[in-house]
């Protein structure tokens, strides 16, 4: 151990370096945590070292012989975060475990495409799927790891996001993934090399926390009420960004035509677009400017008071952005259902391209 830590899988007939980003130092004593079976190592002048849950390290045997294996994910903890204690600012600090429920999971050869996993509640429903690649440095990285061996995934506690706004910036795209779901009992399901494993696991609360199961559960439930509504919000501005582009293409083609009621018609509709978007959103005019907030942003922050304790001012203030969230839905309809049939049919009558069909929406 002078060197860092070496392992062998054979009884020590072979042995490999153990680094998982461990520098080559001094090993001075090696430790198992017996609760959440995480290897704790002291080295020389590095501090401490702890790798999480090396229960898959303890099956890999078993795993080699199946080629591929998903490990039963340990209970994880769903703790309370918080930033910048005093201390930290000049003295080291190291990373904290990763936040959420470590998923193991071992295969003799890389998957064809990019691994899969799926989130399941305990009535068997899909809460969180995550599959596909992102860019890193500019390159394709799947989500999830893809390569021989032994690869991780952490999920976060959260479920699957909402619609997003595809003309915001990062900010009013709104968020990625939705609210961290209660503490309960919870599955991962993957299939690896055509092969479908599912696992069970338990999500617990921060031993700390006050909050009640009740607490949980009424936290997420507003939360998810809320997701819906700006998923609904997010639908709306999607689509009336659509009719913006059409009715723009449709003035060029009125103009060119020379056709001035039919002008007059579209340049009205253009109007009531642009009155209907001002009460929907804010009029984003660079980095960090924006005019008064509207009903998109009030939902985003409705969605972010909604995932902490459920106070009186709390409700209050959700309540009152979804007073203004129906009437939001009811703008947005009667502006399909009022406006634009009858600029199709003035450009159908015309010989010109229709606009994009659009439906109205539920306020539920």
């Known amino acids: 151990t002078e060197e860092g830590?070496?392992?062998s899988f054979d009884g020590g007939a072979h042995w490999q370096a153990f680094?998982?980003?461990?520098?080559?130092?001094?090993?001075?004593d090696i430790r198992l945590q017996a609760r959440e079976d995480d290897l704790v190592i002291a080295t020389h002048g590095r501090s401490v070292?702890?790798?999480?849950?090396?229960?898959?390290?303890?099956?890999?045997?078993?795993?080699?012989?199946q080629k591929t294996w998903l490990f039963t994910p340990r209970t994880s903890y769903e703790w309370t975060l918080h930033q910048n204690d005093e201390g930290t600012y000049t003295?080291?600090?190291?990373?904290?475990?990763?936040?959420?429920?470590?998923?193991?999971?071992?295969q003799s050869d890389p998957q064809k495409g990019s691994p899969k996993l799926e989130i399941?509640?305990?009535?068997?429903r899909v809460i969180r799927t995550v599959s596909g690649t992102h860019k890193v440095n500019d390159e394709d990285e799947p989500y999830i790891a893809n390569k021989v061996g032994l690869n991780r995934y952490t999920w976060d506690f959260n479920v699957n996001g909402p619609v997003r706004w595809n003309a915001g910036n990062d900010f009013s795209k709104g968020p990625e993934t939705g609210p961290g779901v209660v503490p309960g009992d919870y599955a991962v399901r993957m299939t690896l090399a055509g092969r479908t494993y599912l696992q069970r696991f338990?999500?617990?609360?921060d031993p700390r926390s006050k909050f009640t199961q009740a607490d949980y559960q009424r936290t997420f439930n507003m939360a998810m009420r809320v997701m819906a509504h700006l998923s609904t919000v997010d639908t709306m501005l999607?689509?009336?960004d659509d009719v913006k582009k059409a009715l723009d293409n449709a003035v060029a083609a009125a103009t060119k035509a020379n056709n001035v009621p039919l002008l007059a018609k579209l340049k009205d509709a253009q109007t009531a677009r642009q009155t209907l978007f001002d009460s929907l959103a804010v009029n984003i005019r660079g980095e960090g400017t924006m005019d008064e907030g509207r009903l998109h942003e009030d939902l985003l922050g409705a969605f972010g008071a909604a995932q902490g304790l459920i106070t009186p001012a709390v409700a209050d203030a959700v309540a009152r952005v979804e007073v203004a969230y129906r009437a939001g839905v009811g703008r947005y309809n009667a502006f399909v259902t009022g406006v634009l049939p009858g600029v199709s049919a003035s450009l159908r009558q015309a010989g010109m391209k229709e606009l994009p069909p659009m439906k109205t929406v539920s306020a539920l």
Not at 19 to 28: A, F, I, M, Y
Not at 50 to 65: N, S
Not at 120 to 124: K, M, P, T, W
């Open 5 to 7: 830590i070496w392992i």
């Open 49 to 65: 070292y702890i790798m999480d849950d090396v229960r898959p390290l303890q099956e890999l045997q078993r795993a080699i012989g």
């Open 120 to 124: 399941l509640d305990a009535h068997g």
């Open 238 to 240: 999607n689509n009336i």
């Open 202 to 205: 338990r999500v617990a609360p």
């Open 19 to 28: 680094r998982n980003n461990l520098p080559p130092v001094s090993v001075h």
């Open 91 to 106: 003295n080291y600090a190291a990373d904290n475990p990763p936040n959420g429920v470590v998923m193991t999971f071992y």
